[in-house]
């Protein structure tokens, strides 16, 4: 009897560490809702978006990547002013500057 209870308990803990307790759902939504502001940001070509390099989601860390030219705390906090998005989920890293060429 022990030996079956403790085989049902073993079972249970591997189905929640491959599924997981589905506690990170709210998280996904705002990671989702981040991202999707950011992209609008990025695709609007009537802003100023010279200081902005690229954006990607980091599917592994779950994280979403913003690369600024210049990357200084005053240029993060006006990327997070003007997109409306101060998540936990964004990460500001270095990029540029980059150079167009034209034929």
């Given at each position: 009897m ?8 073993i ?7 491959l ?8 998280n ?5 809702e ?18 902005l390099?690229?954006?990607?989601l ?24 003007i997109?409306?998005?101060d ?12 150079t167009?060429?034209?034929?």
């Amino acid at each position: 009897m022990k030996k079956n209870i403790f085989i049902g308990m073993i079972a249970i803990i591997i189905c929640f560490t491959l599924v997981g307790c589905g506690s990170n759902k709210g998280n996904d939504t705002e990671l989702k809702e981040s991202y999707n502001k950011i992209g609008e940001y990025f695709g609007n070509e009537s802003l100023d978006r010279s200081n902005l390099g690229a954006y990607y989601l980091d599917e592994e860390k779950n994280k979403i990547v913003v690369v600024l030219v210049n990357n200084s705390k005053e240029q993060q906090e006006k990327f997070k002013e003007i997109t409306k998005v101060d998540s936990k989920y964004i990460v500001f890293v270095q990029g540029g500057p980059y150079t167009t060429f034209s034929k």
